[in-house]
């Protein structure tokens, strides 16, 4: 399956700060998604991306999926305590490869 | 959205043994899958669960290890044989309805090999 890199492993935030994870692949991918699974939780679907320069916003998180889809981001503003968990970005291609994904902490 | 299910939710069992993991879900999905999470790690897919054939395994698991059935639309089971130390890990089952983007995964199973 395709191989996607995460970045940062791990982010810590001030409450209130804004942070960004990253996700590349070195090929061109068919779309794309995000999970996020919170600390002794299961995986859960955030969004899908699938076009070329596709940006979405889910209150305080903006997706993005670049130009040549071959990376992607997620923005999350005002970081709060309910952000805590992991998020992953996952190359779908039929089947999920998903990144070693990002461990947010959140500093109150 | 589709509510999945697992049993056991954790088990601890001894080495050379086998666990058998059931994955039910509330609706009907047209593909399962089960993944293979280390604690603090990424999921890694096992197998595509057919429905009426056999599965469809990634590099490095086998059928002889992993078996896995689906008999119908909405059940599945993975089962873990002569299990070592080394398959200590969380097991999710997921499933992907038709028209859906998403997958929405099973609470996992932790199984501990002594």
């Known amino acids: 399956g395709q191989q996607v890199m995460q970045i940062p492993q791990y982010q810590h935030v001030q409450e209130g700060e804004d942070f960004t994870t990253y996700c590349n692949s070195s090929?061109?991918?068919?779309?794309i998604q995000w999970y996020k699974q919170r600390p002794g939780g299961h995986p859960v679907f955030l969004i899908q991306l699938v076009k070329s320069g596709e940006v979405k916003k889910q209150k305080r998180l903006t997706f993005q999926f670049g130009e040549a889809k071959k990376n992607s981001s997620l923005h999350i503003t005002a970081t709060q305590t309910t952000d805590v968990g992991t998020y992953f970005c996952a190359a779908n291609d039929y089947k999920l490869s998903f990144g070693a994904g990002t461990t947010v902490t959140v500093r109150a | 959205s589709a509510v999945i299910s697992q049993k056991p939710s954790r088990d601890i069992c001894q080495r050379g043994t086998s666990l058998t993991i059931q994955c039910q879900v509330d609706s009907q999905v047209t593909m399962m899958f089960w993944y293979r999470q280390q604690p603090g790690q990424s999921l890694t897919l096992i197998a595509t669960a057919n429905q009426g054939s056999e599965a469809t395994y990634e590099s490095g698991f086998v059928i002889d290890k992993f078996p896995i059935s689906r008999p119908n639309l909405t059940f599945s089971t993975l089962t873990v044989s002569n299990m070592s130390p080394e398959d200590s890990s969380i097991y999710l089952c997921?499933?992907?309805?038709?028209?859906?983007?998403?997958?929405?995964f099973g609470p996992g199973t932790r199984l501990t090999v002594l």
């Open positions: 997921s499933g992907e309805g038709q028209g859906y983007n998403e997958q929405f």
């Open positions: 090929t061109t991918l068919s779309n």
